[in-house]
C-alpha cells in the first residue's frame, strides 16, 4: 500500500515559479515509478513528469518541458516538482501518481496504482 500527500499548489502570477511535494508512505519504493500529472477543467488529464526511485531517472513530458525540474529526496520519502516561467495554461489540479511499471508506461496515468488527492496550482495572467 502506498500513500501519497501533495502540497505546495496555490495562485502565482506568470512567470513565477513554484514547488509541488509528494510525500510518499510506503514500506518499500524500491522499482516504483512516481509521476505528476495535471487535469485542467474540461479537459483530460495529462503527464507532466517521473521519476524512478531506484536511480532518479527523470521523464518529462512536452506540455512544460524545459520549464520544470523532478526530483526526489530519499531520507524524506518525497518528490517535488518544481515549475517555472509559470503560464496561465499551467493552471490546473495537479497530482502524484505511484507505481510498478516499465519505461513504456511512465506517460500513461492509467499505468499508475496510487494517486494523491491533488494540489491546485492557479497562474493568473
Known amino acids: 500500500q502506498v500513500q501519497l500527500v501533495e502540497s505546495g499548489g496555490g495562485l502565482v502570477q506568470a512567470g513565477g515559479s513554484l514547488r509541488l511535494s509528494c510525500a510518499v508512505s510506503?514500506?518499500?519504493?524500491?522499482?516504483?515509478?512516481m509521476g505528476w500529472f495535471r487535469q485542467a477543467p474540461g479537459k483530460e488529464r495529462e503527464f507532466v513528469a517521473a521519476?524512478?526511485?531506484?536511480?532518479?531517472?527523470?521523464w518529462y513530458g512536452d506540455s512544460m518541458k524545459g520549464r520544470l525540474t523532478i526530483a526526489r529526496d530519499n531520507a524524506k520519502n518525497t518528490v517535488y516538482l518544481h515549475m517555472y516561467r509559470l503560464k496561465p495554461e499551467d493552471t490546473a489540479v495537479y497530482y502524484c501518481?505511484?507505481?510498478?511499471?516499465?519505461?513504456?508506461?511512465?506517460?500513461?496515468?492509467?499505468?499508475?496504482?496510487?494517486w494523491g488527492q491533488g494540489t491546485q496550482v492557479t497562474v493568473s495572467s
Open positions: 521519476i524512478r526511485w531506484i536511480d532518479d531517472s527523470p
Open positions: 501518481a505511484a507505481g510498478l511499471l516499465g519505461d513504456h508506461g511512465l506517460g500513461l496515468d492509467r499505468e499508475y496504482t496510487y
Open positions: 510506503a514500506r518499500t519504493l524500491s522499482g516504483y515509478a
